[in-house]
């Protein structure tokens, strides 16, 4: 499992930002010209160039703006504008053509001010990191800066058939200027033993939950404290691997709640028993047994996979033998499972993944993935689930509908909702599934101002979690009801 954080506060990483400039080719001399052109690239658009720094030269001959002034001197002339949108645009004259195996070269020094913007490059993977400059800097400073992009790989591992198990992790996968054998692989193996068939981090990466296979496992680890370690020795020091408890079947899958690493929710598989999805509400402090099942109304059938999602809060899709079901409250007791195959059939999902990233370069955010066997790959683009509907989404009449409430909650067969208007007025009634499928609609009735009373019927709906709306008037009212 690979772990990213784009700006993650505990890193212990650096990069060294060093004002230097690396001498520039203007361009190869033929025998012929004289004159040369040339606007100075700036590695940082902040820098400020040092007039007295700036040469122009050949093997032979140099060009220099010794007194600052922007004439050039020696052999030859030229001249160089400091100030302006381009301050390094520059033009000379040598005394002689440099010939075809000479190059012309132009060599400066800069400098920058305290507040200036600076783009460094991340160790991982070379990415930008924004960094504001804390003091005036001269030519040839150098300052350590925290570098806040980091990443975790971890690996499960197997030796001598199970006699040698655990996880080794290295903060360096993505750094593109090491080799294989530079990585900093770091064992974690005391406390672990079974072997490793899943992995799962904390949105903060300071807790990794480990789950082993159904042959002398079938267990979940926690290993807490990985913000302080980032070699060998720090793992007797920082890292604590605690027990959470067996699951009876293999672990399949890890889910931590992107917003709290308290909650997790893990599945497992192996036919034989009753129950594959368990859930923890203190996952990052529970000291052994910390798992419940939430098997709830889900087929009795291996679980693979799970993700808690990360823009609704409560919300968590597993992947089954049977296909695909999600929850819009996993901490609900029982949890009430909806079946969310539609036209993907009731086949194995062996992996759920959801885009949880936020920068700019991932507008999938929020989409979740599906892997299956032998019915290919499927993408949710909304996530699964409708999501809360708002006051916002309708406009117009304000508080026409108000008062909305439906029960008995859960229902079996029949439910009764109870609704105000604040004038006699037409009504819409319609409900939803977790995907936004209209389900029902109830013809639109003339209703009366105050309250109503509607009974519907739910006996041919699917157990699940639905949404009920009243509309009149461009205003809407949403109730959220479960059919057991």
């Keep these: 499992r690979l772990w990213e954080n784009e700006n993650d506060p505990t890193s212990q990483t650096t990069i060294v930002f060093t004002n230097t400039n690396a001498p520039q080719a203007i361009q190869k001399g033929d025998g012929l010209i004289k004159t040369f052109e040339f606007d100075i690239e700036f590695v940082y658009s902040a820098a400020q160039l040092v007039p007295t720094s700036i040469k122009v030269y050949t093997n032979s001959q140099l060009l220099q703006d010794a007194t600052g ?23 000379v004259q040598f005394t002689e053509p440099p010939s075809a195996t000479e190059t012309v070269w132009v060599e400066f020094e800069t400098k920058f001010d305290a507040g200036d913007q600076v783009e460094l490059l991340s160790n991982t993977n070379s990415m930008p990191v924004s960094y504001m400059l804390p003091m005036n800097v001269n030519p040839g400073d150098a300052l350590t800066v925290i570098d806040p992009i980091q990443s975790i790989y971890a690996a499960g591992i197997d030796q001598d058939n199970g006699n040698t198990t655990g996880v080794s992790i290295t903060r360096n996968s993505l750094n593109l200027e090491l080799g294989a054998g530079e990585l900093g692989w770091i064992d974690i193996t005391s406390g672990i033993s079974g072997r490793v068939s899943c992995i799962e981090f904390s949105t903060d990466g300071n807790h990794m939950f480990v789950g082993t296979g159904h042959f002398g496992g079938s267990t979940i680890y926690r290993v807490s404290g990985l913000n302080n370690v980032y070699t060998s020795t720090d793992v007797a020091t920082y890292a604590t691997v605690t027990n959470l408890g067996n699951l009876g079947g293999s672990v399949t899958g890890i889910a931590v709640d992107p917003n709290d690493p308290n909650n997790v929710v893990a599945t497992s598989g192996n036919y034989g028993q009753s129950n594959f999805v368990w859930r923890s509400t203190n996952a990052t402090t529970s000291t052994g047994n910390a798992f419940t099942s939430i098997q709830g109304n889900l087929p009795v059938v291996p679980c ?49 993944r959801q885009q949880s990233l936020s920068h700019s370069e991932t507008p999938n955010r929020g989409k979740i993935y599906l892997g299956t066997h032998g019915r290919a790959m499927w993408e949710s683009t909304a996530g699964t689930g409708i999501g809360e509907f708002s006051d916002g989404d309708f406009a117009g009449a304000g508080e026409q509908v108000s008062d909305l409430l439906v029960y008995p909650n859960p229902m079996t067969t029949n439910g009764t909702l109870s609704f105000e208007l604040a004038n006699d007025a037409n009504a819409t009634i319609q409900i939803y599934d977790m995907t936004g499928k209209i389900v029902k609609s109830i013809s639109i009735n003339h209703y009366s101002e105050g309250m109503n009373n509607v009974t519907f019927d739910v006996t041919q709906l699917r157990q699940g979690t639905y949404f009920v709306t009243v509309e009149s008037n461009d205003s809407r009212q949403v109730a959220k009801f479960v059919v057991m």
């Design 69 to 91: 002034n922007g004439a050039f001197y020696g052999d030859g002339s030229g001249t160089i504008e400091y100030t302006g949108s381009n301050k390094g645009s520059l033009s």
């Design 304 to 352: 693979y996979d799970a993700v808690i999602m990360v823009d609704k809060p409560g919300y968590c899709v597993v992947g089954t033998d049977m296909g695909v079901y999600a929850t819009s409250d996993v901490y609900a007791d029982p949890v009430v499972w909806s079946d969310e195959n539609c036209s993907m059939a009731h086949t194995p999902v062996f992996a759920v």
